[in-house]
């Protein structure tokens, strides 16, 4: 009978699970905690992008104050969510351009936080500003009685477009302009003629993320609005290949394709017929071929 004085299987197994337990577990962690810090590239404004031009920071902020952000993909988003009490940011307006689609949005209630807005954009949700001149890189103070502007201070913009009234209407100019605040019918409307200091890069400038709170956080629902792409009937996505083209492109290229044609029936022509060219001494081939040989010996 033989005794064994060695760990069974069955104890080996009760001192090696708990090693493979914790190793299983630090590995969750470690693959979850690198899931949810992975960045998460995006457009510029977008809600969801870690990048620098990104708006994930000032998103979060506002979620963890209580705020609820209404991520709008679609037009149709914005018309879900748009109520009296409610505060719209539209960034990206470049991509804001169909008629059709200014006027649907023309007509929502709520308060408006205009970001950088073109020229179409800002006449038909802003019609009582009118741009101004443009300012130069640098921290601006605020220079106004406007309470969320004073709260934050110094903001650092970039190159930003100014505003100033466009009539009658009272409008409050802030940072020399690049911030203008008017009231419409009950609701109010903010334009602001840059969009980087909200994002996740501008955050960190001086009073660039105060003064992202205070504009975006006046009411507990806001709707992020900052297409990527345009839509409506004038969209990029609806148009031919050829709707894109200028038209002078057009006309030069069929300009060079008349030019090239010409040249190679200038240059493919017959110059003439045939000339039989006497020639001054007659040689036989045979001494042809002897002189030849000569050159190679």
Known sequence: ?????????????????????????????????????????????????????????????????????????SLADVERAARPDTLLVAGQTFWLYDDDQLRRLAALPGDRLLLAPIGKTREALAPAVRSGDATEFGGLAPDCDLREAQRAGPVQFGAADTFTAAGSTAVTRCYGGVLARYDDDGRTVTVVGDSSFLTNGGLLEEGNAALAMNLAGTRTTVIWYAPQHGEGAGSAGDADIMDL????????????????????????????????????????????VEGRVRLYL
């Open 1 to 73: 009978m033989t005794t064994a004085i060695g760990p069974t299987l069955g104890q080996r197994w009760k001192t090696w699970r708990w090693v493979l337990l914790a190793v299983a577990a630090i590995v969750a962690v470690a693959t979850l905690s690198t899931w949810l810090t992975a960045p998460r590239p995006g457009g510029p404004l977008e809600a969801a992008s870690t990048s620098p031009d990104g708006a994930r920071a000032l998103v979060t902020l506002l979620r963890d104050n209580g705020i609820d952000v209404v991520v709008a993909e």
């Open 245 to 288: 083209i200028p038209d002078q492109v057009t006309w030069m290229v069929l300009q060079l394709v008349v030019a090239v044609a010409l040249l190679a029936l200038w240059r493919s022509r017959r110059v003439g017929p045939l000339v039989a060219e006497p020639l001054p001494v007659v040689v036989r081939a045979s001494e042809t």
